[in-house]
């Protein structure tokens, strides 16, 4: 009995090989006969891993959504965004709050001094339905907070006694979304504290997973630190101070990118800042617990931008990059896609001094091309830099920051989509 060559075997179990490829291997295939070009033109669940990756998307949990109404949505989705055309519309009204977030497809707004308002976004094509609840009675005044919907946690600071007293203690509470209970996940008792060098401080908050990361900036930009907890057992991952961290995102489940600039405030006290602002890449599950400075912690690599020019002064710099490298929406919701793990965008934000003016540039790269890098490195090599040359003109994008783009408002990426 002679061997069956493939294109004796029944379709489906062609199509059911085809389905264990990659997507880029898939497209590949298609085009080496007909055969296959004709199974995958008549196979939903192949043109649907191939949106998937064309839209940055993964695919979410079993559902009572097949492939073809998967595909279907998506390619909604897609036309919607191309477009600019919104399935449907809906006026949200701020609040008069002092602080607000939307995260994870989740708007909340501070409603007085200890209260606040959620709105979960609603969703025509992925089936999220619009619902709203408020978290009050948490028995302290809120300071600041940030959330993530997937894991139901609220980090909530709790307004100081007196911002202006050196030295003093910040508390954070970890609580329950939707109750504002302590969060069952959490540590006993449910507060991580941490007492901050300098006065009147602001707070850049990031959750990825377990990990739980906090900027805290006094407001004479002569102490900054950067803290990352495991908000489930409430140990210290990492704790580096230095007036030269101006921003910070996790990068990776162990990575987090810090930005580094020398601010004007301390040009004249440490001489000429350095013309080379960087963004540094630190493994936070091998740093010191103990505080360390900045400039002698250990780091994997450093990302720098290109020298200025010698009348140029840098003076600050940010990133942002939204979801957290890991996030999936809550299992609750069941929608069948959401923004790919494997690629976000970071956007940086960079301010200079040009004489008498004050430019703002972007910067545009993705994971995928600051990993390009970072897997370059031999085992156990740490404090690699690389120069602009580089990585930036094939890794990035840099521009000139549209009129009006602001240092405070901060939701402005999302997966790999960048709005102003």
């Not at 291997?25 to 070009?37: I, M, S, Y």
């Amino acid at each position: 009995m002679g061997s069956l060559t493939i294109y004796e075997l029944p379709a489906e179990l062609i199509i059911h090989i085809l389905n264990a490829l990659d997507y880029k291997t898939l497209l590949h295939t298609r085009q080496a006969c007909r055969l296959f070009n004709k199974l995958y033109q008549n196979a939903a669940g192949l043109q649907y891993k191939v949106e998937l990756a064309v839209a940055n998307m993964e695919n979410g949990p079993p559902s009572g959504l097949g492939a073809a109404d998967r595909l279907q949505r998506l390619k909604q989705h897609q036309e919607a965004w191309a477009t600019l055309t919104p399935n449907a519309q809906q006026i949200v009204p701020m609040l008069k709050g002092s602080v607000w977030e939307l995260y994870g497809g989740v708007l909340s707004q501070a409603r007085g001094s200890s209260t606040l308002a959620f709105k979960q976004l609603p969703s025509v094509v992925r089936g999220i339905e619009d619902k709203e609840w408020t978290v009050s009675g948490l028995g302290f005044d809120i300071r600041d907070y940030g959330m993530d919907p997937s894991q139901q946690l609220l980090a909530i600071i709790q307004k100081p006694a007196r911002s202006s007293v050196n030295n003093e203690m910040i508390q954070i509470h970890l609580r329950s979304l939707f109750t504002g209970a302590s969060h069952p996940a959490a540590h006993d008792p449910a507060v991580l504290t941490h007492t901050p060098e300098g006065i009147r401080h602001s707070f850049t908050i990031q959750i990825s997973s377990v990990f739980l990361g906090i900027l805290f900036e006094s407001r004479d930009e002569l102490y900054n630190e950067l803290v990352i907890w495991n908000w489930q057992t409430g140990a210290i991952e990492m704790w580096m101070s230095g007036t030269e961290i101006a921003s910070f995102q996790f990068l990776s489940d162990r990575h987090v990118l810090v930005g580094y600039v020398m601010p004007l405030l301390n040009v004249d006290q440490l001489g000429a800042p350095p013309r080379e602002p960087r963004l540094v890449v630190v493994d936070f599950l091998v740093a010191a617990p103990e505080k360390v400075e900045a400039k002698r912690a250990d780091f994997v690599c450093s990302f720098h931008f290109p020298i200025l020019a010698q009348w140029a002064i840098p003076l600050a710099v940010s990133i942002r990059s939204d979801p957290a490298p890991s996030w999936t929406p809550h299992r609750d919701l069941q929608v069948p896609f959401y923004t790919s793990r494997d690629e976000r965008l970071f956007v940086v934000t960079f301010w200079a001094a040009d004489g008498g003016n004050v430019r703002t540039i972007l910067l545009f790269t993705l994971t995928s091309s600051l990993f390009a890098h970072i897997e370059t490195l031999q085992p156990g090599e740490k404090k690699r830099r690389f120069a602009w040359g580089e990585w930036g003109p094939m890794g990035s994008r840099m521009m000139m920051a549209p009129t009006g783009h602001s240092d405070t408002w901060v939701c402005y990426v999302y997966g790999t989509k960048f709005v102003s």
